[in-house]
């Protein structure tokens, strides 16, 4: 038996094409992914140009508060006063997002409904909001208008921009998980020729191996085995490779983490075995059929729209429970960010009761395949 593992292992890892698709690939995507992705996320705001008008009595507070939104590292805006004609005109241009009209009460006018023009308008309510409390403490209580200032001073945001569960949240995330979910059912190319060995009216090398007097069973389960072992491998390689020299943070669990991965491989594996051991068609038709099943999972995942998997989910959460690839990324999200161990069991035990269905279908299939000569 163990020339028998030997000789499938060897043969596996010769067989570059596969090998290719099943390690090489998924590295060279995730290298991709790395590099356009860098840098996403991470830049801060520029300062939003803007125009100030004057207009009659003039605002010295409100004029005060622009300076200080102007100043330091982190300044939300830079402005430039001018007439209102010419402010309006570089306003119809883009050349600013806003002008403030500086009077007795300010104003503001805005030429689109963006996210800089939405920031214009909450400094404007902020410094209303601001200036409401101090008219009110001078008018009932004057002797608080120092410890009032004092506050507004030391004024810090309430609401903070924090991820679950402590954690960053990158929106080039999901990327990453559903390359992991489709490397791990690209072990299919594997499991697809390990099955055309195994078929006689296909392969030179099938027909010499199914005249041995080796147990037909015992020849699957060593090539099941093999074949399994060497993409679980090829997997650790690619999580190892993002982790530890992209960088890309999947948590620290361990053991969960290898536990989906298993999983995940089992069903990429007897998925080739299954699609290359039933019906007559061509090869080159079988493999037509594993990228569809393979990229259609994936892509339901998110791996070519971040957002196409909370669009099924939404639409139609059934899907993203029979796919294992939006079942694979979702466990590592359930690990990584949201510390779900109920979802992450659902999943695991989903994925788990699929490899198995298919596990036993593509052994039925292959030990009870029969020729008349051979």
């Known amino acids: ?97 806003g002008i403030y009209y500086v009077k007795e009460i300010p104003t503001l006018t805005v030429g689109g409904t963006g996210l800089e023009e939405s920031i ?72 697809f020729t390990t099955a055309l060995e195994l078929k006689a009216n296909l392969s030179a090398l099938a027909l010499r191996r199914s005249v041995t007097p080796t147990s037909r069973l015992k020849i699957i389960f060593i090539d099941l085995i093999v074949t399994f072992f060497i993409h679980f491998i090829n997997i650790m390689i690619l999580l190892g490779y993002l982790k530890y020299i992209l960088k890309i943070d999947f948590g620290d669990d361990l053991g969960r983490t290898i536990l989906v991965c298993f999983v995940g491989c089992l069903i990429g594996v007897a998925l080739g075995i299954f699609v290359g051991s039933i019906g007559r068609m061509k090869e080159g038709g079988k493999i037509g059929v594993i990228l569809i099943v393979t990229m259609g999972c994936s892509f339901g995942a998110g791996l070519m729209m971040a957002d196409i998997k909370n669009f099924i989910e939404h639409s139609c959460p059934i899907i993203n429970r029979i796919n294992p690839a939006a079942l694979i990324s979702d466990a590592f999200y359930c690990m990584s960010i949201y510390d779900n161990p109920e979802r992450y069991m659902r999943d695991v035990i989903t994925l788990t009761v699929m490899a198995a269905v298919l596990v036993i279908a593509a052994f039925l299939v292959v030990r009870r395949e029969r020729y008349d000569s051979v």
């Not at 003039?58 to 200080?68: A, V, Y």
Request: glycine share 6%; proline share 2%.
């Open 120 to 191: 214009l308008q909450s400094l404007l309510e902020s410094y209303n909001r601001n200036a409401s409390i101090i008219k009110n403490v001078l008018q009932h209580n004057p002797e608080a208008l120092s410890k009032t200032m004092e506050s507004m001073a030391d004024y810090q945001n309430l609401v903070k921009d924090v991820s679950i569960n402590g954690k960053e949240i990158n929106g080039t995330f999901q990327y990453f998980l559903a390359l992991i979910a489709m490397a791990c059912l690209y072990g299919a190319f594997l499991g």
């Open 1 to 97: 038996m163990l020339h028998l593992l030997k000789y499938r292992l060897l043969s596996t890892m010769r067989d570059r094409t596969s090998m290719f698709w099943a390690l090489a690939f998924p590295i060279i995507l995730g290298t991709l992914f790395f590099f356009a992705f860098k840098g996403i996320g991470t830049d801060s705001l520029e300062p939003i140009p803007t125009a100030v008008v004057t207009e009659g009595e003039t605002d010295t507070n409100f004029m005060t508060f622009l300076d200080q939104m102007q100043e330091g590292e982190e300044s939300f805006i830079t402005y430039e006063e001018m007439s209102s004609e010419e402010a309006l005109e570089k306003l119809k241009a883009r050349e600013v997002s």
